[in-house]
């Protein structure tokens, strides 16, 4: 709504679209998580770090984890708790960073799509302190790359986003087979963690123009934005995806694994 002030935090514009989160954002392949618990005991402990309304909170508990889920979204963690009501999932809305949790007490510490948003030093010291000797941190990542499976719409796409004052910052998109994500050199170094390993699945998604504009919702970029400006780049996009590509796009990305072991 016009005038509405935005959150102060950036993380917490996630809490204004629970519904349209729990509806538009993917979940993860099945093999990333019978690999992660390949690597854990039976029926671990795990914190998990971020995990919106249960893209895969729920893989964790259908593998028989525990879960203690720390959301800072009051919300998106009502929506998870009603969504996946489970004696094994403890779900605590806070700051990863300054919540109260047992030291050497969780089996793994894991999180998916959300570890960017924790600072540099505690992307190590909190599972250094949370996890049991040779405990699991698994990060997973979305990452999106160049390829031709998108038929040139992130190319046609970018002239809008810049229309609107939101475009590309960093670096571009990486190859398929360059994509590296940043915990990998987080973890190795730090002397407190060994055998890092990173793996990688394609996970290409397909969307059509009124889904890719609800997937839109769910950014923080756009929730943050001025709501004429936002509802204009929404509109022009899904304009974009009905006039010259059919009314549908592929958004081309690898889910990545990262893992390692507290020494």
Do not use: C
Not at 56 to 78: C, F, M, N, P, Y
Not at 186 to 199: G, K
Not at 205 to 225: D, H, I, N, P, V
């Amino acid at each position: 709504m016009p005038g509405v002030a935005r959150p102060a935090d950036k993380r917490l514009s996630f809490d204004e679209v629970p519904d349209i989160y729990d509806e538009m954002r993917p979940s993860y392949p099945p093999t990333l998580f019978d690999v992660l618990f390949g690597m854990l005991p039976s029926e671990p402990s795990i914190v998990e770090v971020g995990p919106g309304t249960g893209q895969a909170t729920k893989d964790l508990l259908a593998r028989g984890a525990s879960v203690h889920a720390v959301e800072i979204g009051s919300a998106t963690a009502a929506k998870l708790r009603q969504k996946l009501p489970s004696i094994r999932l403890q779900v605590s809305v806070g700051d990863f960073e300054q919540i109260d949790l047992p030291a050497s007490s969780s089996d793994a510490l894991f999180s998916a799509t959300a570890y960017h948003w924790i600072s540099a030093r505690a992307q190590t010291d909190r599972p250094a302190f949370l996890l049991r000797p040779d405990g699991i941190v698994a990060i997973v990542d979305l990452i999106q790359v160049t390829s031709a499976v998108d038929h040139g719409f992130f190319d046609a796409a970018t002239p809008i986003y810049e229309r609107y004052g939101e475009g590309r910052h960093g670096p571009a998109a990486p190859a398929r087979d360059a994509v590296d994500p940043p915990m990998r050199k987080v973890l190795e170094e730090d002397e407190r963690f060994h055998q890092v390993v990173v793996r990688r699945w394609d996970w290409d998604q397909t969307y059509t123009a009124a889904e890719y504009r609800k997937l839109m919702l769910t950014y923080s970029g756009t929730q943050m934005m001025v709501p004429s400006q936002r509802l204009g780049l929404l509109g022009d996009m899904e304009a974009l995806i009905n006039q010259e590509f059919g009314g549908q796009i592929t958004r081309p990305l690898v889910a990545t694994l990262t893992t390692a072991a507290l020494s």
